[in-house]
């Protein structure tokens, strides 16, 4: 019964409060451009810390206009594998380990066994 009697009446849509003696923050308008060329304005409070760069409607990252030099992070090693490999075995015990496999797979096909390569 409740749920019908606040129905059409916006109670939960519109504020009951009034934009008297609300006094707003003061702004600045910062200006971004990307690389093609494309101006992004947007305003921030005066207490705002402004980010150097903004992701423009493009797609390409907006520098701040008459702003510092963004920091480049470091970019980070991708490891493969391979290098994930080389932290478990040397490349000595790799070749033995290949070595024992492939005379096992040789067996398996009926192979003769070859013979060990020498220095």
């Known amino acids: 019964m409740a749920d019908r009697a606040l129905r059409g009446s916006n109670l939960g849509s519109l504020s009951m409060e009034s934009d008297e003696n609300v006094v707003p ?6 200006v971004y451009v990307c690389d093609q060329g494309h101006r992004t304005e947007l305003p921030f409070s005066v207490e705002a810390e402004i980010p150097p760069t ?4 493009c797609g390409l990252v907006a520098k701040l206009l008459d702003g510092p030099e963004p920091e480049l992070k470091a970019a980070k090693h991708v490891r493969t594998h ?4 080389l932290e478990r075995r040397s490349i000595p015990e790799l070749e033995e380990l290949l070595e024992e496999r492939l005379t096992l ?3 398996s096909r009926g192979e003769k066994p070859r013979r060990k390569k020498t220095a």
Not at 25 to 30: D, E, F, K, Y
Request: hydrophobic share 35%; net charge neutral; aromatic share 12%.
């Open 82 to 85: 391979w290098d994930m490999l």
């Open 25 to 30: 923050s003061p702004r600045q308008i910062t």
């Open 54 to 57: 903004w992701e423009c409607r």
């Open 105 to 107: 797979l040789r067996e």
